[in-house]
């Protein structure tokens, strides 16, 4: 018995799953370019071998441990921790024990085919994980975890990974990517320049995070032309640790263009702490401008990720911080929002922004006519929620017939639990194959041409939109 | 010839087909569980046969009428009663034929299904309705309701109905659930608690509602606090008729945590009449947040309907009243409406809030996210227009990715049109069904967790949400 | 080999396949009917040849090269005119080249199957388009340009049009429509009435145009009478020359139905440019309603298309003026801003009132169920980026359950690509056919009744919609 079916994500009509599998056949084993997620470069810098079961697969994953809490289990029980620094469940078998005796839960969602997939090809389980299989199951994969070959840099190699983006603040010293680079191992693993700690006005210690940037960088930082030759400086140090990327993850996808005198004027009473919720939000819409511009002359491609609400739970987030599976998704505007940025630079054929969103009516109504238009402009891959074989499915139909594949990026896993990584890269890459079968079975793609598409959604798209 | 297909909803790919049939071999002839509708209660008290065809089928049933009147039959040509008390059609049996002509209006839709299925399988009929077979339909359908198989009980009782909720306004005497508790017949109808009438500062007659409140209850339900022991009193006393929930059908989602003293205050604005709009809606949105700490002291469960334009036709309204098929969804928002509740309140395991909407932009945006994060929270099934065939597929399409089948509630019929209540149910149990086969054929749900599954989405998961 | 697949766009499970099949059979050779598009009467008036493959099919289809554009290719390396006269690409054979050698861009995309549909149907090409055909395709199709087989009028009978309206300015003389109609030619070509060069006070030069408008009608236009008095003229103009509808492109879809006097006052200030944005936008929606009230007199069918934001790149804008592929679509609503108007006329049975969107959100959400209830309402079919099999499908699937099919209008092409109306007219024949033999093959359609759908879908409705 297996945990996953050969033939998953492909269509059921017998004709239509041949020419998917066909396809999917010729893509399958080409190597994995992940451009955005989350895994932390210790595990590459160190190749320390992973704690325990909890702590790979549960204790680090809000995608899983918030499903087990929306049917009561506290999150204390799943070890996660306190701000306050209380106690929490340290046992790590019991914590796998209760995730265990919830996996009926995910029936049915891409998380039990990530950790179905984890399970059976990284671990090589072939039972069911259940109350009565917890401690097999337990036993079977920390044995495991103490061998050479589960080791990060190990399984980096085995899960066949050409380049892997990690993202770090604008203020990390990137020692993690430091010692990647001394140790001498071949991983390609780069960051990614994340500067919303040093860009929003309303991030916590916004002013003393000027200061260190300053400090960092030998820039004025405080002044307005300072701070942006600090900005600029850190995109070339990013540069040297391998970063073809900036990410921004705002509320909304509002940008703006304003005077240079005005931004300035911003810009000092940001620090002084005294902006307004209003300016604070035009502030961070002008810094998406200024981003461009500056990758207009470095190549950073910008990425935005807007149209989550964060910590949406003010009690979870006072107990156990940020990223506790409490972030929702918000109705999100794109068409008004994006035009300040858009008439400054989205002409330009040499800029890349590539735009992501949580609110999926976005995709035919809003991005893939901006993203048919305008030449700066590429749509990323579903996100977060939407990464499985639904919402692949809805982003092509959606997206497609406007903007064609090759206003398309190719797939993210943006994700921090390493193992799924293979996973959800074959999800994508059996969903897409799913859909061009489709295509071809009726009429609206050339077969001869499905073979160079899927080839180009699995790996040519990301590395052009990425200039990997 | 048969007016319904046995494999109705089922996939058409014969594989897919196979695995769905068998699915709903196998929960088809569970019990129905009908925790929220609108059926009469005094039906059951009174067990009086069903008027005639037309008032069985089209006079009360604005799901039905709506289509008719679309097309340019006036509402008086169709039975549908005036507010000025002047003349309509009373023939029922033209009222018949003018449907019957126009049964064409319906193909395609949910409702030629629900009404085909009652056609044949409540009064036995296999031939297709139009201008021709108009009056032999009446005739046939006239006698048997002259029956005493087709008395409500009766029908009850051969629709296998295990639980069947009506719905009540707070002031209600619940006389009619109280002459069938008497009457010792054996078929469970509960009760709801609504209290809309005493809860929204706008609704008719607030303030001389209030007084009934307080008169019935003998508390002082014009202070605050006899306000809210009021409320408890009447929840205890649709519990004695057997409620297990209540249900708020309010425009919008918002909800609103105030300090008691600002509730109290903006309480007496509302019996003095003085709300503004605004004011008025917090005090509506702060309700449900009392409504939800009473439920976890007395166990109701909390329904929440929002998002419809109530009325939209003015010269309708006018003319008719309530409920003539021009009550039209709205965009609602439910990630920030809800978190003043989901604040207080959301993450409490052993409250059950139940939200339904009719904006299917919110299924995977907010809705999903929201209940696989929130222990309080279930998705209520789709509602209305959306309670069909496409309807559920989009909403499990939509949902189960991100909060799986476990933070969802099961069926509501919700409907006030007795006959289609098998119908229903057998439109949902279908389409689960067949989407399930889906899964297991595409590799995302264990074909040996499927039966299980099929067996909690009809039965076990509104047991379950409703406490019954 | 052939460029289109004589199965495109049917099912591809073979029972469902068949039965689509079938049921297109049944209509695949009735006429076109084309209520509303762009085409240039002019074609038809002269009937000279067209100039060459750039300039039929990639210069002025914004639909085509702004495809190009998104990846970079500048638009003056297609022919696109400067608003400054400037120097753009001449040569239509490097412009043909230009596009051929983009040609996989639009993989996946309803524009190739227009575009291969017209290849190889109108001119008999069997070979794909790309680098290495382009100078092969030039010459053949230039070719054939040249021939009298390939005039307007001989493509309009050979492309089997029993209908066509084109769209003209309330202020336009129709010599066009006239010159075909004094040429003795029998094809059916009909003028639409748009005025919103003389209902928008934003519009350009908003005063002159009702100037023109006086001096054209005669009517003292610049009262509120006397412009009421010029429309009416106007529209009787537009009927001489066959108009059947009018057509309104705002960008909301809000409507007023103000009392006479404010509404003369609006005018007014519209006339001394002194209009607030929102006044501007009160009188245009108010218009809408005057034009209604209008159509009961006249019989003229009222389109409201709505939702874009036109325009949206300002240096695109400033550099090629309207229509270069930068117009976006919008979140739209229409519950609230159709009511005045309902509340006015909505209940009219002798009213058309025929609704676009290019927000897919609202077809079950809002337009569906206004459709289902307002006799004077229509839904319009999927426009601009929706005209697809994707789109089709959603809005069947979206609106069908809840307004039926009655409530539909039809198919509109909308385009200015006269070889892409064949082409258009059959994706939609095939994609209704697939969505009726889904319904068929699920029980929910009788296999009796689905021709007749089919030929309602493909001819009646349209029809019947526009009074044709």
Redo the contacts between chains.
């Keep these: 018995m297996a945990l ?2 050969p ?7 017998p ?2 799953r041949g020419l998917a599998r066909e396809l999917y056949e010729g893509i399958a084993d080409l190597p994995i370019i992940s451009p955005h997620g989350h895994c932390d470069p210790r595990w590459f810098a160190e190749n320390a071998r992973f704690p325990n079961p909890a702590e790979l697969f549960v204790v680090p994953d809000h995608y899983v441990f ?2 087990l ?4 289990v506290p999150l204390t029980d799943l070890g996660v921790p306190r701000v306050d620094g209380g106690a929490t469940e340290s046992d790590p078998r019991l914590i796998w024990r209760r995730f265990a005796e919830n996996f ?7 998380s ?2 990530w950790l179905n997939h984890s399970f059976e090809h990284v671990f090589g389980i072939d039972i ?1 994980l259940n109350a009565d299989t917890a401690d097999t199951y337990y036993d079977h994969i920390d044995g495991k975890l103490a061998e050479e070959a589960f080791r990060p840099r190990a399984l980096f190699e085995r899960f066949n990974i050409e380049a892997l983006a990690t993202t770090e603040g604008a203020l990390d010293d990137l020692s993690a990517h430091r010692a990647i680079r001394d140790s001498g191992w071949g991983g390609r693993v780069i960051t990614t320049y994340r500067p919303d700690s040093v860009v929003d006005p309303e991030f916590e210690g916004f002013a003393e995070n000027i200061e260190k940037l300053a400090e960092i960088t030998g820039e004025p930082a405080t002044t307005w032309e300072g701070y942006l030759a600090a900005h600029r400086k850190r995109r070339a140090y990013f540069k040297e640790f391998g970063a073809t990327a900036s990410d921004h993850g705002h509320a909304t996808a509002r940008t703006e263009d304003l005077p240079q005198e005005v931004a300035a004027e911003l810009f000092q009473k940001a620090l002084a702490g005294t902006c307004t919720g209003e300016e604070a939000d035009a502030f961070r819409g002008h810094m998406l401008t200024e981003m461009a511009r500056m990758s207009l002359d470095d190549g950073l491609t910008l990425q935005i990720h807007a149209g989550s ?1 964060r910590n ?5 987030f006072a107990a156990h911080g940020r990223d506790k ?7 999100t ?1 794109y ?2 929002a994006l ?1 300040p940025l ?2 400054a630079v ?2 330009e ?1 040499d800029l890349t922004v590539i735009l992501f969103t ?4 976005v995709y ?3 991005l ?8 700066a ?1 590429r749509l990323g891959p579903p996100w977060w ?2 990464d ?4 692949i499915r809805r982003f092509r ?2 997206t ?8 398309t990026a190719g797939f993210n896993d943006d994700t921090r639990a390493f193992c799924s990584i293979p996973a959800r890269h074959d999800v994508a890459r059996r969903s897409d194959c799913a859909y061009l079968a ?2 071809v ?6 077969e001869a ?1 499905a073979p160079e ?1 899927a080839h180009d959604l699995t790996y040519g798209l990301a590395k052009a939109a990425y200039n990997l």
Tied chains: 1, 2, 3.
């Design positions: 996953t079916d033939d998953r994500l492909f269509p059921a009509e004709a239509l918030r499903m809490v929306s049917q009561g009926h839960l995910f029936r049915g969602t891409p039990s085919m069911p609400w949406h739970s003010a009690p979870v599976g409490f972030d929702i998704p918000m109705r505007d068409v008004g035009k858009l008439d989205g002409m054929p949580l609110d999926e009516t035919g109504r809003e893939a006519p901006l993203a048919g238009a305008y030449p402009l929620f939407f499985s074989a639904e919402g139909e959606a497609t017939e406007t903007c064609g594949f090759y206003n489709t295509l079975a009726t009429g609206r793609l050339a041409d598409v």
